[in-house]
T-cell receptor
Framework: DTGVSQDPRHKITKRGQNVTFRCDPI?????LYWYRQTLGQGPEFLTY????????KSRLLSDRFSAERPKGSFSTLEIQRTEQGDSAMYLC??????????FGNGTRLTVT | EDKVVQSPLSLVVHEGDTVTLNCSYE??????LLWYKQEKKAPTFLFML????IEKKSGRLSSILDKKELFSILNITATQTGDSAVYLC??????????????FGTGTLLAVQP
């Protein structure tokens, strides 16, 4: 399967713990995006990379969130000191410079 | 503020019915509008529309964009139970070049009953 891959599929953590998610984009795609989706809502933009450069971050992305894309391939999203409000589906997507986003199956985070 | 509004929020139909889903938008420097289908997991891409009045078609699904009135519709004919999903509309716009950053609506939940 050459689609967008995300790991883990599910993560349950206690409030205050740190979590890290990984995304492997479609190999020839130079752009990579992170979105967050809560129940009954559409995905909300968090941040995006073009190759290894992080070009934009949403106001939603507090200083507890950090994303990296070393070498312009896979990306990680880390959430420090998790809060219950961080519970959501975290979706990764990739694209070429011009073209639709292709989404992975997401990582569902539950903060207890 | 840029926004995307979808209607109806939810819809229940019977197999074989035709449905029309609506998406209106307000976005600075519009570039494209996209439709996605989301079942339990990843949104899957359906259509990307950039020009007014040109219908895009894939099997029983079709979509058209009206850039003057700022809306798009997604039609599904002869619905099947496998069409049950959330249908998401998203727009790309803003300044600073083409970023592909999308603003999504809340989606329309379609349930097709046998």
């Amino acid at each position: 399967d050459t689609g967008v891959s995300q790991d883990p599929r599910h993560k349950i953590t206690k409030r205050g713990q740190n979590v890290t998610f990984r995304c492997d984009p479609i190999s020839e795609h130079n752009r990579l995006y992170w979105y967050r989706q809560t129940l009954g809502q559409g995905p909300e933009f968090l941040t995006y990379f073009q190759n290894e450069a992080q070009l934009e971050k949403s106001r939603l992305l507090s200083d507890r969130f950090s994303a990296e894309r070393p070498k312009g391939s896979f990306s990680t999203l880390e959430i420090q000191r998790t809060e219950q409000g961080d519970s959501a589906m975290y979706l990764c997507a990739s694209s070429l410079s011009w073209g639709p986003l292709h989404f992975g199956n997401g990582t569902r985070l539950t903060v207890t | 503020e840029d926004k995307v509004v979808q209607s109806p929020l939810s819809l229940v139909v019977h197999e074989g019915d035709t449905v029309t889903l609506n998406c209106s938008y307000e976005v600075t420097n519009f570039r494209s509008l996209l439709w996605y289908k989301q079942e339990k997991k990843a949104p899957t891409f359906l259509f990307m529309l950039t020009s007014s009045g040109i219908e895009k078609k894939s099997g029983r699904l079709s979509s058209i964009l009206d850039k003057k009135e700022l809306f798009s519709i997604l039609n599904i004919t002869a619905t099947q139970t496998g069409d049950s999903a959330v249908y998401l509309c998203a727009v790309e716009g803003g300044y600073g070049g083409a970023t592909n950053k999308l603003i999504f609506g809340t989606g329309t939940l379609l349930a097709v009953q046998p």
